[in-house]
């Protein structure tokens, strides 16, 4: 959304047609050039019984873009993608190819990783995946200040949860104040694992989030419909628990984890626009009072929030998640207007000083709204960052908008 991907009188390279992929089932190990979609990856891994270890939540991006945002989903462990990769063949801006690893090439790899493509074209990247498996759906609704003590006593330590994310209601009430906890734990089954299934619902999905883009009534009347929905998936897990189970409610880890995000096309003349901000769990009722009084205040059309599980990076260069933290995925519906423009960016300013001063970061593939100062009080290794860029790419053949703005702070 802020030209990470773009520069100005530049090429950009599709490389969707290198989209091989292979398989080493004994280890559990997937080689994969870097074109392929993750929808591609779903469909080669659920014919062989596993599932991506962590992914991004929609599956249209290809693998490449992913490990160049180390992008994550809803596997809360080990949260971002970049754990899960072994190694990568990259080609650097003088034509040569190394492949990297945390043991060879070390620094090229924790700084393409997370790196915007300032370091050279990925071509390939081998990366770790796990057995799919069915899941049953718990739905729970809590106060937000609840969150936190649920988080450490059935989240960060818990092995038995498969995937769990939350979303905070955006409903005029409870406005930002009650949190739908989706958690899904490992159900047993004796039967083969039922094929992926292209998305359900999609229509319907696209009206309910419509309508709640107008305003008040229509985010009260989704938040209203998506608590009937859970009500009936609370009643399939308790009835899954019975010995004459009814499976029909169980879903497969590929099966949660396939979206290709068909609900969010719209003829409407708005455009959405997501944020992310990475907040210390023991930090998030101040960070959540305080968005909500940002949003307030901006009179900002606030549409929906995620809350996931990230652990902490120890592999790239840039991390967004120092310690274990909570990404807050923000979702703002807006209309194409200066007036629009200007209210969305004097929230999100204001939001990166809230994170900044609780601890947390946000993420950088968004717009580039925030100043080098706001860059550098939670990125400080930045400097570094674009000084290894420098390093490695010494012709500047490869840039994007987000490094033409803030790259000279290198030479400051």
């Given amino acids: ?20 992929i292979s398989v080493d089932r004994a280890n559990h190990v997937m080689t994969v050039q870097a074109g392929a979609t993750w929808a591609e990856v779903q469909q080669c891994l659920d014919g062989l019984g596993l599932s991506a270890k962590a992914m991004q939540s929609i599956n249209i991006f ?16 080990p949260g971002s993608v970049a754990p899960t990769v072994k190694a990568i063949h990259i080609m650097l801006s003088n034509g040569e190819i190394k492949r990297a690893s945390r043991e060879e090439n070390s620094e090229l790899f924790r700084h393409a990783l997370g790196g915007y493509g300032l370091f050279g074209v990925i071509l390939d990247a081998e990366i770790e995946v796990v057995d799919n498996e069915m899941y049953r759906q718990e739905i729970k609704y ?10 450490q006593s059935s989240i960060r330590g818990d092995d038995q949860t498969g995937l769990i994310y939350a979303r905070l209601s955006v409903s005029p009430s409870p406005y930002l104040r009650e949190v739908a906890v989706h958690r899904f734990l490992p159900e047993p089954v004796t039967a083969p694992l039922p094929p992926l299934q292209p998305d359900r619902l999609t229509t319907l999905t696209r009206f309910v989030l419509n309508l709640s883009k107008t305003g008040k009534i229509g985010r009260w ?17 308790t009835r899954n628990q019975g010995l004459a189970a009814d499976k029909s409610c169980d879903v497969t880890r590929n099966q949660e984890m396939h979206d290709s995000m068909g609900y969010l096309s719209s003829r409407l ?7 992310e901000y990475f907040i210390p769990a023991g930090m998030m009722t101040q960070f959540v009072d305080g968005m909500r009084d940002i949003v307030t205040a901006n009179d900002a059309n606030l549409i929906n929030v995620t809350i996931r599980a990230v652990q902490a990076d120890r592999v790239t260069a840039l991390p967004y998640a120092k310690q274990d933290a909570l990404g807050f995925v923000l979702y703002f519906n807006q209309d194409l207007t200066p007036a629009d423009c200007e209210r969305l960016q004097a929230t999100t300013i204001a939001l990166i000083d809230l994170a900044t001063r609780l601890q947390g970061r946000f993420y950088l593939p968004y717009q580039l709204y925030y100043t080098r100062e706001q860059l550098l009080a939670a990125y400080p290794e930045a400097t570094d960052f674009f000084a290894a860029k420098q390093d490695y790419d010494r012709i500047g053949l490869f840039s994007n908008q987000f490094y033409e703005k803030y790259g000279a702070l290198t030479a400051q």
């Fill in 1 to 20: 959304m802020g030209g990470q991907a773009f520069c100005r009188g530049g090429l950009v390279l599709d490389m969707r047609g290198l989209n091989t």
């Fill in 221 to 237: 009347l989704r938040w209203e419909v998506e608590r009937r929905v859970s009500t009936s998936l609370d009643s399939c897990a």
């Fill in 62 to 77: 290809t693998v490449g873009g992913t490990l160049s945002v180390n992008a994550h989903g809803v596997a809360h462990r």
């Fill in 269 to 275: 003349n708005d455009t959405n626009i997501l944020q």
């Fill in 142 to 151: 809590i106060d937000y200040r609840q969150f936190n003590d649920l988080y």
